[in-house]
Structures are given as C-alpha cells and as structure tokens.
C-alpha cells in the first residue's frame, strides 16, 4: 500500500496516500479498532455546514482571508455533495468529546482545501487547526454538528415516513367507517366498533405523534457553536456563535440560533433526550398499531382474520403455503431497538463531569439510529402491509352477531344485573344472544329486535 507521511504534535506517522485525512485521524483509527459501528456520515454532513459556517463568520468578522475562505467553503460544498465520503473512517467508540472526528473533518477539509488552491494557483497553506478550526474546539463543534445531523434527518428521513403511513389509515378509517365490527378489551369481547373508528385510533397516535415531535425537533435549533472549550467562548468573537448559526440556516433552510447558554450547551444534552423521548413514545405507537394489525389479521382458518393483509413471501420453510405477517414483526423489532436506545441515550445524557459531557459519539450513534429504524420501518410497514389492509367481511359480521357483549344494550332498559344473566345463560347453553333474552322473560323478541342494532352502539346518543 502506498503511504504519505503526515504529523500533529505527537510526531509523524503513515497515512494511505489516496486517503484525504491526516495524523490525528491515523492515529484515532489504529487506537479504536472498537466495534463495527462508524459515525455516521450525517454527522459528517453537520461538521460539513458547522466548517462552511465558520468559515464565512470568520471572513466576515476579519479572521480568514477571501481566498482561505473560499477554500475552506469548497471543501465542505464536496462533502455536502457526497463526493468524500470514503475519508471519514472513524468509529463511534472513540473519545466522549468526538474530538476526533472533529480532526478528521478538519483533516479532510485542509487537504481538499489545498487542492484546490493549487489548482488556482494560490498560494496558501490551510491548516487543519488554525484555519478549518479557527474560533472553534470539539467540545462546540460536536454538540453543533449532532444537532444539525439530528434535525436534517428528522425532517428529510422520519416525518416524511409518517406522514406517508398516518395518511394511509386516514384513507382506510375513512373507507371503512360504515364497516361495524365487534370491538375487543383485554383479549375479550366488548361492544361494537366501526372499523375506520378503530383504524382512527391509530391515525390519532401519529398525529399525537407528529405534534410532539413538532415540539421537540424546535430545541434541537440551539446550538452550541461560540462556547468553545468550556463554554466561554474563548479564543473566539463574541459575535462568531451567532453568525455560525446564521450561515448554517442560510446554506440549510432551518431556523438554527446559538445557544443562549453555552454552558448548557456543553455540558447537557436534555433537548436530545427529550427528542428521543419522542422517538420512543412513536416506537410505542408503531408497536402497538402492528399488533394490533397481526392479531387483526391472524388465521387464516384458526385466528381472527378480520382484515386481510399483503401476502409477500413464503413464511415457513416446512410448511407449505404458510404466510406470516413478517412486516408487522420488523416493526415491532424496529420498537424494541428504539426503546433500548431510549435508555442508552438518557443514561449517557447523564454521564460527563463538570463543564462536558463525554459520551456525545453514543447519544448520537443511538439518536441517529432510532430515526433511521423508525423512519425506514415505518415507509416500509406502509408501502409492504398497511396499503393493503382490507375488511373480511363474512368474518367481521359472523363475530359481530355471534357477540354476547351486544347485550350491553340493555342495561338501559333491564339493568346490568338482568342483563347479565341472558348472557352468562348464553354462554353456559350454547344459545343465541337472543334465544337466552326471550327465555329469561325479561326481554320479548320485539324489544330485543329495537334495543339490539349495532349500528346504534358505535356512537353515543
């Protein structure tokens, strides 16, 4: 293999010659051969607009030339455009700080940068320090660049994907809503429900879901660029925050602002715990509604096969025929995973002494995650099961009138306790619903007939 030879403080060291990074980068690489796990490249993405930003604050505010400028903003534009993303080898398990995929962005950053320059014939020398990383330490840009990450990804990748699977049970809970069947509490029959009525109440938790993302997605905008170090902004202009945060949402489109409190910044990450808190609560949801959906849809002979879902692949390699509702269990996998990364989040949150958290790289590998999982399952969920969905019909009535619950209809009229006892004399004799009223003497079959109508019980009068 061909090498270059690069050097930081700690002296020289090989480098692949058709690698972009530098020494510090090298270095990180051979002192964390830890897991599979690599930064994820959207967090390059964030470093990438948090160097263009600084870049331009810096100009503006004296600090970088024009022609380092435009340097350093032409690097960036290329990993922006995904043409480097082979330079960023780095792995999440590294220092809590992300110090070092800070260097490696700045690394990449200079050298593209002094390419470019030579093919201007300029001379300069960007240095990955002084220049890419004028005004800034990791201890800002990481936090910066999270949530930068964090936010593009939940408005490009996650809400898309619920809008697509909230408006599709808004069509079905629309299409089915003069479909009554019997509805279910505790695994038992209950009193009859519309079908797109139960299909709204999985409509609902998206909307629910949406708004309390909505919500939480808005202080992820704070970031921490401007405290440097320790959150006092040292070794930068007190008006560099401002301005970084004003060309990230210029070259992005969103309302980024710096951190009113950069200490805060520094130190906690309580805006991304409660943001994963909704990512949880969505996972619940998602877990729930696919469920409900398999138990829906189980038999075919021997379940409840109310609805009818898509038949993708085969579901068993012994049993012929045998088709499973396989995207009901990826979605309900996909919620474990985000629970658990709900718990890893809240606890790394808590973890750091005094003035820096130092398990940024975890909180942001599990956030990153949970949105990719959430997003990905939920487009697929939609496109692979939940288009499909339709009422079995002869099912749906033959429950609806074999019901004892429809019994409920005459508490008003007989009491509960009466009531009661038609269908306990139901049950125990293998009688009709109506058989056991006439036989109790309580009920005559022309009462029976005008108190009993389901349609008459799926909404309140």
């Known amino acids: 293999?061909?090498?270059?030879?690069?050097?930081?403080?700690?002296?020289?060291?090989?480098?692949?010659?058709?690698?972009?990074?530098?020494?510090?980068?090298?270095r990180s690489k051979r002192n964390f051969p830890v897991g599979k796990e690599r930064m994820p490249i959207e967090v390059v993405y964030g470093f990438a607009q948090l160097k263009r930003g600084a870049a331009l604050a810096n100009h503006e505010l004296g600090?970088?030339?024009?022609?380092?400028?435009?340097?350093?903003?032409?690097?960036?534009?290329?990993?922006?455009?995904?043409?480097?993303?082979?330079?960023?080898?780095?792995?999440?398990?590294?220092?809590?700080?992300?110090?070092q995929s800070n260097m490696n962005v700045n690394e990449v950053v200079s050298y593209v940068a002094n390419q470019y320059l030579e093919e201007q014939?300029?001379?300069?020398?960007?240095?990955?320090?002084?220049?890419?990383?004028?005004?800034?330490?990791?201890?800002?840009?990481?936090?910066?660049?999270?949530?930068?990450?964090?936010?593009?990804?939940?408005?490009?990748?996650?809400?898309p994907a619920l809008k697509s699977l909230r408006d599709t049970f808004k069509d079905k809970e629309q299409r089915f809503q003069e479909i009554i069947k019997i509805g279910r509490t505790h695994l038992q029959d209950a009193t009859p429900?519309?079908?797109?009525?139960?299909?709204?109440?999985?409509?609902?938790?998206?909307?629910?879901?949406?708004?309390?993302?909505?919500?939480?997605?808005?202080?992820?905008?704070?970031?921490?660029?401007?405290?440097?170090?320790?959150?006092?902004?040292?070794?930068?202009?007190?008006?560099?925050?401002?301005?970084?945060?004003?060309?990230?949402?210029?070259?992005?489109?969103?309302?980024f602002v710096s951190s009113e409190n950069k200490f805060h910044a520094l130190t906690s990450h309580d805006e991304v715990v409660q943001l994963h808190g909704t990512l949880k609560a969505l996972a619940a949801d998602l877990t729930k509604i696919a469920n409900d959906v398999r138990w829906l849809a189980s038999g075919p002979r021997a379940g409840l096969a109310e609805i009818s879902i898509p038949e993708n692949?085969?579901?068993?390699?012994?049993?012929?025929?045998?088709?499973?509702?396989?995207?009901?269990?990826?979605?309900?996998?996909?919620?474990?995973?985000?629970?658990?990364?709900?718990a890893a989040v809240g606890i790394a949150s808590s973890q750091g002494n005094f003035e820096l958290n130092v398990y940024k790289p975890v909180i942001m590998h599990n956030t990153l995650q949970s949105i990719y999982l959430l997003a990905d399952g939920m487009q697929t969920f939609n496109d692979n099961c939940a288009v499909g969905i339709e009422p079995i019909s002869e099912n749906i009535d033959n429950y609806l009138n074999q019901s004892l619950m429809?019994?409920?209809?005459?508490?008003?009229?007989?009491?509960?306790?009466?009531?009661?006892?038609?269908?306990?004399?139901?049950?125990?004799?293998?009688l009709t619903l109506k058989a056991s009223a006439i036989q109790s003497g309580y009920v005559t079959e022309e009462q029976f007939e005008e108190w009993i109508k389901p349609e008459d019980m799926v909404n309140p009068k």
Not at 7 to 25: C, L, M, N, S
Not at 230 to 240: K, L, M, S
Not at 241 to 250: D, R
């Open 63 to 99: 600090k970088l030339s024009d022609v380092r400028k435009d340097a350093i903003v032409h690097a960036c534009d290329r990993i922006l455009n995904k043409e480097l993303d082979e330079h960023f080898p780095l792995v999440v398990w590294q220092t809590g700080s992300g110090t």
């Open 313 to 342: 692949e085969p579901g068993s390699s012994i049993m012929p025929g045998k088709v499973n509702p396989t995207q009901c269990e990826m979605l309900t996998m996909v919620g474990v995973q985000v629970m658990g990364n709900d």
């Open 121 to 159: 014939n300029e001379a300069a020398d960007i240095h990955p320090n002084d220049d890419v990383n004028k005004s800034q330490s990791s201890n800002d840009t990481f936090p910066t660049a999270m949530h930068v990450a964090l936010y593009t990804e939940i408005e490009t990748k996650l809400e």
């Open 193 to 255: 429900i519309r079908l797109g009525q139960e299909i709204s109440g999985w409509r609902y938790m998206l909307d629910r879901c949406e708004t309390l993302l909505h919500e939480s997605k808005a202080h992820i905008l704070n970031l921490a660029i401007g405290g440097t170090a320790v959150g006092t902004g040292i070794n930068a202009h007190p008006e560099f925050g401002n301005k970084v945060a004003k060309f990230i949402s210029q070259n992005t489109g969103y309302p």
């Open 406 to 430: 429809l019994v409920t209809a005459l508490n008003p009229h007989i009491g509960y306790e009466k009531a009661a006892q038609i269908a306990k004399k139901a049950h125990k004799e293998g």
């Open 1 to 26: 293999m061909s090498v270059r030879i690069e050097h930081d403080t700690f002296g020289e060291i090989e480098v692949p010659a058709d690698k972009y990074w530098g020494a510090q980068t090298e």
